[in-house]
């Protein structure tokens, strides 16, 4: 059960999403700095018996209605505190319907043919009509700005699951694919082109087997910096080493080159900045001790398929002199844009950033669900139903792993030792890490996970 504490965090959370108020406004209409408003939301600091008269006078209800919990709350918030312009109490579940066909314009009226004027020509037959491609249908805009859509369904689950966080973060997670597959649709609407949503899958995308992968080497990083571990368990270095890891890694990388339409096949040795997909390359080889090669842990020499992005870290660091240029044999690709999952993307920081501040944890682990779901189904699973593109779900992917090498060489250049590098976010340095990267939860910013000596307890 809860405590009277946690239910009134809960329910000025709750109160904020409803009348769309942030945390300034709400601390400076009671009295307190933003700073103090968010040390009581997160529990570091307690609300006082002042804090819930004017919280409650605020919101104009009295107090022991604000204390009995967000639900019973909510229904005493006054109509003319609710908003009435953006409002939308659910995300839609359901792709929108088609726009109707607009009415036929009736013909002219024309005057008697006289008898003598020859029989008009009969229509052409059906197949003679130019051919056209299912439209997509027409996607109903959104009620109001896009963070909203989350805004208002954790209000929502919060509602329906009668204040228990509990229950509404677990509701917000079973429901995370269809909402951010709505958020996205909702995202595209106005964009400059239509994307292909079930375009047909290149033979290299699809999987050899049910349990199978398909051919696409997406760069995952498994690696250690051999010549120091080599030297630490001869005695010779002791470092103290910092895990780090990079926050939200599959958000970050939804701003990646994505292919817009159908893959088309090519040969040669030929890139085009414009366009994106999956190529078959030889990589050369990677002579950089002190950084992993753009290939992760693969070992086996050879060509080998990889994505866009992996391509093109190949490409920058070749101009850095670590590597030769990678040779291209073949390519899948298509028209591309960096922009695609920008509009969503934007939306969903914004307010993992407000519920980071808030210390809002059913928010933030419902934003985690979102992103992270939307990158594991958009291939070929059957939690999604509303595309497939395993060639965007390999693109993002890669695109992590790059952001985390770029991070890497950073600190590299900026004389950190890099000790290691694995999975999608985790970053291992020696050295004065804060003057390189920020430290914080936010998206441009970095944690540390863990410290320890190698050389010592090694």
Known sequence: MMSTEETLRLTVAALMQLTRERQPDVAAAIGLTQPQLSRRQSGKSSWTLTDCDRLAAHWGMPTLDLLAGPTHAAGCLPAARRPTVGTQTAMPLDPPAPAPPAPRRAAPTAAPAPAETAPAPAPAPAAAAPSSAPRTPRRAAPAGPLPDLIRDRVAAALTEAGGDADAAQAALIKSAVPDVMALFAA?????????????PTADIL??????????????RPKWRNRDLYRAAQAGHIRLEVTALDMNAAYLAAMKAWLPIGKLVHSEGDHHDPKRSGVHLVDPG????PDLPSPLGSRQEPGPLWITEPTLRLFFRCAKMDLCDRPRIFESWTSGASEGLLEKMRRAIVTVRDEAIANGDEVTTEYIKSMYSKFVSTIGESAAN??????????????QAFVNLWLKAHKAHDAG??????????????????RKVFPEGRG??????????????NE
């Open 187 to 199: 995202s595209r609407v106005g964009g400059r082109y239509e994307h292909s949503e079930f375009p």
């Open 206 to 219: 699809r999987k050899r087997s049910q349990k199978a992968s398909d051919l696409i080497w997406e760069g």
């Open 285 to 288: 080889e990677w002579t950089s």
């Open 385 to 398: 139903r509303e595309i497939r593109r395993p060639d965007w779900m390999h693109i993002i992917r890669s």
């Open 416 to 433: 950190l030792t890099v000790v290691g590098m694995s999975g999608t976010d985790e970053l291992h340095v020696s050295g004065d890490w």
């Open 443 to 456: 998206l441009s910013q970095v944690k540390a996970k863990s410290i320890y000596t190698l050389g010592g």
